[in-house]
């Protein structure tokens, strides 16, 4: 029985990748990518040479096949996506299901995501907490959907690229001006960027810059969050 790793990789700064990382790609016999070009770079950083497979959104489910070949042919396989964790909002969930299906190990090597940097700065607690990745890029499905996770109460992570982060904040505010986020921009890159206030606040400082760049991962507090955070204030 062979053995698909599922890889986490930085998402920027290099040296967030683990030493188990770095000693799976040594040992397997070639690395699946959802950016073979991107990958490569990481792996020449590393001064690792491995066969790659492309395998991304797109190609995924026959990629997955061609996968399950080498690894039945006694081959073992790391995957590894453009950046951060497969599988969360990347490609991967659907590589690892087949090739569990196929009778054959399927192990994870934990690495950087942005959805956990984020929460782990974020300064809010609680049980609950709801990962939605991106949301659609179609304004009326983005509020509704919007307003039914607000609804909830509880706290939020979403991802969101510079071209829309601005509308994704509007649309916060729209629905509750005042509810506490704090966003992420370009976590652990050069430029990296966290800024908190209440959703009206943090939509007018980036409505206000000439040009918005960057990859954006936001939270935006629970109720609960919001009532504890009062509190504390109160004492």
Do not use: W
């Not at 920027?12 to 770095?22: C, E, H, P, S």
């Not at 939020?156 to 916060?172: A, G, M, Q």
Request: net charge negative; charged share 25%; hydrophobic share 40%.
């Amino acid at each position: 029985m062979s053995t698909l790793y599922v890889v986490g990789t930085p998402i920027g700064n290099l040296g967030d990748i683990t030493f188990r990382a770095v000693e799976i790609f040594k040992s397997v016999d070639a690395v699946a990518a959802e950016d073979t070009r991107h990958t490569l770079q990481l792996l020449n950083h590393l001064e690792i040479k491995k066969p790659l497979i492309s395998c991304r959104s797109q190609n995924e489910e026959s990629a997955s096949q061609k996968i399950i070949k080498l690894l039945d042919e006694g081959q073992n396989i790391a995957y590894a996506s453009d950046a951060g964790t497969p599988g969360i909002s990347d490609p991967g969930a659907v590589l690892a299901g087949l090739v569990r299906k196929a009778g054959h190990n399927v192990v994870p090597i934990p690495g950087p995501s942005a959805f956990a940097s984020l929460v782990s700065v974020a300064g809010a607690g609680g049980k609950t907490l709801v990962f939605e990745g991106f949301l659609s890029p179609k304004p009326g499905r983005r509020k509704s959907r919007l307003r039914e996770l607000l609804s909830t109460g509880d706290a939020i992570v979403l991802y969101e690229s510079p071209f829309r982060i601005v509308k994704l904040l509007t649309d916060i505010a729209d629905i509750d001006k005042s509810r506490r986020i704090v966003v992420g921009r370009e976590l652990t890159k050069l430029h990296e960027e966290i800024i908190e206030g209440a959703a009206e606040e943090v939509r007018d400082e980036f409505a206000s810059r000439d040009k918005v760049l960057g990859e954006f991962a936001v939270f935006i507090s629970g109720v609960k969050n919001v009532q504890l955070s009062d509190e504390s204030d109160d004492n």
